[in-house]
Structure formats: structure tokens, C-alpha cells
């Protein structure tokens, strides 16, 4: 069997030791957060330039679509990809053949079953909308992304394993940059849905055609290993129940407001959202791609629990940077970027980006909890804020309309992180106390930042002018608490305790 380097490197999961895995994972998170910095700046450009050249129901459609065909991989996911990343047995080819034969088998039963609910979707949404109608075609399309996606091979998740993000990182890139490139050339020439629909079809094409061809390792073959079986459904059964909530959590809001307003408004509202995640999506990254594989080569006990509460108090101040820069920031960005259509996207952004702070803290959690092989605390959390999400958004929509539907929203991810935060606790993670000094900061912050775009725009300082006084009001003050908790990294591992067994 021909393995990676790194995986020669480790023969055992505690082979490196704690300083050798600190190393590797800051190489890590610096290549994760270059690739995540790169990613939307690509993400961020295409967006503009389709934008211009699209109707915001365009998007809409798609978000739509993809909630859709999203739900049916989260809802079938077993856990196969951090069953490798875990599992003893991850660099064993007949666990490998095993978690890649399920993944394909998987990916073609749902690209059969998104066309199936072509009809249905489209005259639930067609009833609102009668431009939803024409999902009957642009669903089934999308659909095809499942099969795709479920043939890339199982060296993705055994770079992750040992730590390999630098070529995960490019061949993310690569594959990305492809896929904007040909929904822009689509658009330019056919401005329509069927531009995202068929950018998004090469992008998990290229994704898997590359993932055979460019990574390491040996390849892959049609087999199921009972035994290897076994133990990903038994890792995965709280995966999937977990996973299955997370679509719910993360997609319900869209799915509703899908029903409740006009397909232009919740296009707008997917600007927004997407703008909003972006400091949670660089932290979940982050903890997903070094943060977990880390955890999960030490054991369980004091120092699993020290090196997770270090780690996630220079991130958690590091997401404060981002949310301080952009909460004040958020309307200039929108008026610069955009058009007037989409102009509501600047106070909807700010809405979403103090649920989004919620979701920075609760990133790790996740991470740590997982890590000790407890996949169920982290359906837990999905599951409060998917019921916070059903009373919430209705509630808040019924008694201030749009605008309480999206407040309610953030009040579900607060939720989320306050359930999180109550279970590592009894794992030795004592959070409320800092994470509430945190907040309080957060909110001063986001504050002076708003007060500074005030008086740009009060001396008649253009969007571009009134985005860089709000940002660095608001951003920079967090470069110093930044230092502050990486220097006080000791005096956070002296604060846990023995987890509870």
C-alpha cells in the first residue's frame, strides 16, 4: 500500500507529540484561512459581477434548489468523512473502499430522488411565485451535483486526517475559480438560473475529477467491508442524525421565507446571508479542518480539554475581529457592491451578524465535541436552534413582518450556543462567564464603528470612504486582544478541569 508521507510520519494517532501538532496546525490554519480568504474575495467578486448581470429572483431560484439538494446529502450523511479522519482503522484501504462506495451509492439514490421532487417543490413554491414553477427543470439539473460529489474519492478526508490542508487548499481553489469562471461566461451570454445551474455542475465535476487524478494515494474500487461498515453507521448514526438537523437549522430560514415572501426579497436576503457567514464560515473551517483532527490524536482527558480551550480563545477573538469590522461596515459594503435592488441587504446583514457571533462561539464546541466521538451533543445543539429557528422566524414574521422573521433568526443561534455552551461545560469547558465579557466587548466595538460610519457619512464621505473608518473602528481595537489571549493561552488551560465521565 502506497500512503502519504505524512501518514508513514504517523503510525500511530499519538505519534507527534502536543508541540509538533501545534506546529503543524498554525501551518494549518494559515493555509485554511488563506484558502478562505482567497475563496470569498472569488466568492464575493462573482457574486458582484452576476449580480449585474442577473434578476435577484435568479437567485432566489437557485437558493432554493440548493437547500433542496443540500437536505438530502446532509439528511443521508452518515459520518463517513469524519469517520476516517477518527477511526484507527482511517488509512486501512478496505475502510476507505468501504466509506467510498457508500458515498457513491448515496449520491446516486439522491440524484434520483431530487428529481422526484421536482414536481412537488415546484408547485409548493409555484403557488407563491409563479416563476417557482419552472424548478420542475432547474432541480433535477442541480440534483446531478449529488452523484457527482458522492464520487470524489477518499483521499480528501485522509488529507484531512494528517493535517495535509496546503493541497486541499489549491485543489479547492482550482476548482472553484472554474466553476465562477463558467457561471459568469453562462450568464454573459444566457443571463439566466440555468447560469448558476450549470457553474455549479462543473464545479463538482472538476471537484472529483481531480481528486483522483492530483491527490496521493491508492485509489479507490467498489467493495463493502462488513466490518468497516459497522463502524462508520455506528460512528455516523448520531452524524446523521446531527447532519439531518444541521440542514434543517442552517436551510429552514430560507425554506419558510421562501413561502412567506416574494422570490426578490429572498434573494436579497441570500446576499446578506452569504456576507454574514463569512467570519463563521472561516472559524468553522478552520475547526473542522485542523482544529478536530488535532483533538482527535489526544486522548480524552485534561489535556485534550487545555488544548481545546486554548485554541478556541485565540479564534474565538480572531471571528471577533472579523464581526467587529463588519457589523459597522455592512450597509457602506452593500451601497458599493450593489444596486439599489438590493440595497435592504445592509440592515439584513447586520441582523444575521449577531446570530453569526453566536455561531463563531459555538464552532468550536462543535469541534471539541466531536473530537471525543460525542456526535450526539452536537445534534443537540442543531436541534434547539431548528426548534428556535420553527417558533422564532413565524412568530417574529407575524408580529413585525420581514424584519421580525430575521430577527428571529438570530435569536436562534443564540440559543444553539447557549445549549453548546451547557454541554462542554460538563466536559471542562467553562465558557459563560468569558464569552459574556466577549460579547459585552463585541458589542463596544461593533458600536464605535457605527458611530464612526455616522460622522463619515454626516462629512459626505462616499461607501467606499464610510466602509474603511467603520471597519477599522470597529476591527482593528482587536488586534491587541488578539495578542492579549494568545499570551494568555497558559492561564486558559490552567481553567479547565477534568472532564466529567
Given amino acids: 500500500m502506497t500512503q502519504p508521507a505524512a501518514a508513514r510520519a504517523e503510525a500511530a494517532p499519538g505519534a507527534l507529540d502536543l508541540a509538533g501538532l501545534r506546529r503543524r496546525a498554525l501551518g494549518n490554519t494559515a493555509w485554511t484561512v488563506f484558502s478562505l480568504g482567497t475563496s470569498n474575495v472569488l466568492r464575493l467578486a462573482g457574486n458582484v459581477v452576476l449580480a449585474g448581470l442577473l434578476f435577484p429572483e435568479a437567485f432566489g431560484l437557485m437558493a432554493i434548489c440548493g437547500v433542496v439538494v443540500q437536505g438530502l446529502w446532509l439528511f ?19 475502510f476507505l473502499d468501504t466509506a467510498w462506495t457508500l458515498q457513491l451509492l448515496r449520491g446516486a439514490v439522491l440524484c434520483l430522488i431530487s428529481a422526484a421532487l421536482a414536481w412537488p417543490v415546484a408547485a409548493f413554491y409555484g403557488a407563491s411565485d409563479p416563476l417557482a414553477r419552472d424548478l420542475v427543470f432547474y432541480l433535477p439539473a442541480v440534483g446531478l451535483t449529488a452523484v457527482l460529489d458522492g464520487g470524489a474519492s477518499s483521499r480528501m478526508h485522509s488529507y484531512s486526517r494528517h493535517l495535509r490542508v496546503r493541497e486541499l487548499t489549491l485543489l479547492e481553489l482550482l476548482y472553484q475559480v472554474s466553476g465562477l469562471a463558467v457561471m459568469v461566461a453562462v450568464a454573459w451570454v444566457y443571463p439566466s438560473v440555468w447560469a448558476l445551474v450549470v457553474g455549479a455542475l462543473v464545479k463538482s465535476a472538476l471537484r472529483t475529477a481531480l481528486s483522483h487524478l492530483v491527490l496521493e494515494g491508492p485509489p479507490n474500487r467498489l467493495r463493502i467491508e462488513r466490518a468497516a461498515a459497522r463502524a462508520q453507521l455506528r460512528f455516523g448514526k ?28 429572498l434573494g436579497v436576503y441570500g446576499m446578506a446571508l452569504a456576507l454574514a457567514t463569512l467570519p463563521v464560515f472561516v472559524l468553522a473551517q478552520v475547526s473542522a479542518k485542523v482544529i478536530f483532527p488535532v483533538l482527535s490524536r489526544l486522548e480524552r482527558g485534561p489535556q485534550q480539554t487545555a488544548e481545546a480551550a486554548r485554541v478556541r480563545g485565540l479564534l474565538v477573538v480572531c471571528g471577533a475581529a472579523l464581526v467587529g469590522a463588519l457589523y459597522p461596515a455592512g450597509p457602506a459594503l452593500i451601497d458599493l457592491l450593489y444596486d439599489e435592488r438590493y440595497a435592504a441587504a445592509g440592515w439584513i446583514l447586520q441582523v444575521l451578524l449577531v446570530g453569526g457571533w453566536f455561531q463563531l462561539l ?26 428556535g429557528l420553527l417558533t422564532l422566524l413565524p412568530l417574529g414574521y407575524a408580529a413585525h413582518g420581514f424584519a421580525g422573521a430575521v430577527v428571529g433568526v438570530a435569536v436562534a443561534d443564540a440559543a444553539k450556543y447557549l445549549a ?53 473602528a470597529g476591527g482593528l481595537p482587536w488586534a491587541g486582544f488578539a495578542l492579549l489571549a494568545w499570551r494568555l493561552g497558559p492561564r486558559l488551560r490552567a481553567s479547565t478541569r477534568a472532564p466529567a465521565t
Fill in 420 to 472: 453548546s455552551a451547557a454541554l462542554v461545560r460538563r466536559r471542562g469547558l467553562r465558557l459563560l462567564r468569558g464569552d459574556a465579557v466577549l460579547t459585552a466587548t463585541v458589542a463596544a466595538t461593533c458600536g464605535l464603528g457605527v458611530a464612526a460610519a455616522g460622522a463619515a457619512r454626516g462629512e459626505g464621505a462616499g461607501a467606499l470612504a464610510t466602509l474603511l473608518v467603520a471597519a477599522a
Fill in 362 to 387: 459555538e464552532a468550536p464546541n462543535a469541534s471539541f465535541l466531536l473530537a471525543r466521538g460525542e456526535t450526539r451533543g452536537v445534534a443537540v445543539g442543531n436541534a434547539v436552534k431548528l426548534v
Fill in 76 to 94: 443521508s450523511d452518515v459520518g463517513t468523512g469524519p469517520a476516517i479522519v477518527q477511526s484507527e482503522r482511517g488509512d486501512d484501504p478496505a
Fill in 238 to 265: 448520531w452524524v446523521f442524525v446531527s447532519t439531518m438537523l444541521t440542514f434543517l437549522a442552517s436551510q429552514s430560514d430560507r425554506l419558510l421565507l421562501g413561502r412567506l415572501v416574494p422570490f426578490d426579497l
